[in-house]
């Protein structure tokens, strides 16, 4: 059963500080799946020496059609991976509405009992 931990906010609101803290903290087998609206990315470059699965998805927001399905399949990648916990940090400028119908779909591929929300 893996935790899933959604990560949003503005721009400049603090979201990777606070993932590199819970990493950190992190006791058991942890991924993040990291989400960078530009094509650049500084912040990965802390998070990935701080956990053992990490996928980034970069040059777009993983809500909206042009990385939507690199996040669905990147996701299920991770949750079959029997994670501890799973960290979705999304862009400062995502809009996370429609996270529950992504998790309906993932449940009904792979089955409901490995996810906790």
Known sequence: MTNIYLITGFLGAGKT??????LLDSHGKTGVL???FGKVS???????????EFIELKNGSIFCS????HFIEGLKKLILMDLDD????????????DMGKILSV???EIGDSKLIF
Do not use: Q, W
């Not at 799973?86 to 509405?97: F, H, K, R, T, V």
């Open 17 to 22: 500080t606070f993932l590199n803290e819970r």
């Open 34 to 36: 990291m989400n960078e």
């Open 42 to 52: 500084m912040d990965s470059i802390i998070v990935k020496d701080l956990t053992g």
């Open 66 to 69: 042009c990385l939507k399905e």
């Open 86 to 97: 799973l960290y979705i940090e999304s862009s400062g400028l995502a809009d996370p509405s």
């Open 106 to 108: 993932i449940e009904a």
